[in-house]
């Protein structure tokens, strides 16, 4: 079984930075992939940023091309932790932040938390 748990998120003007955290835990097959998706009022949820686990550290990443340079996806530690630094945040970034640890080929997901980008 994979726990997935998300902090971080909040109010933030137009052009701020805000950071997301995520701890995923497993009791089974490990965690080879963590990312983060969001959902806007009315939309679908859509990816933001994936790295992978699989090595002790480090990890590939990709990015949706509207965060492309402006949000950094990173590794916390040897854990399955990530954060997610969004800078020159725009009204656009305004949704829930999920996020996602994929284990056994599954996803699991968190809770989800609010970003809110206000002008």
């Known amino acids: 079984q994979v726990q997935v748990v998300e902090s971080g998120g909040g109010l933030v003007q137009a052009g701020g930075s805000l950071t997301l955290s995520c701890v995923a835990s497993?009791?089974?097959?490990?965690?080879?992939?963590m990312g983060w998706w969001r959902q806007a009022p009315g939309k679908e949820r859509q990816m933001v940023a994936i790295?992978?686990?699989?090595?002790?550290?480090?990890?590939?990443?990709r990015y949706a091309d509207s965060v492309k340079g402006r949000f950094t996806i990173s590794r916390e530690n040897a854990n399955n932790a990530v954060s997610l630094q969004m800078d020159s945040l725009k009204l656009e970034d305004t949704g829930v932040y999920f996020c996602?640890?994929?284990?056994?080929?599954?996803?699991?997901w968190g809770q989800g938390t609010q970003v809110t980008v206000s002008s």
């Open positions: 497993t009791s089974g097959p490990r965690i080879t992939s």
């Open positions: 996602n640890a994929v284990a056994g080929g599954a996803s699991n």
């Open positions: 790295i992978t686990t699989i090595m002790p550290t480090g990890g590939s990443t």
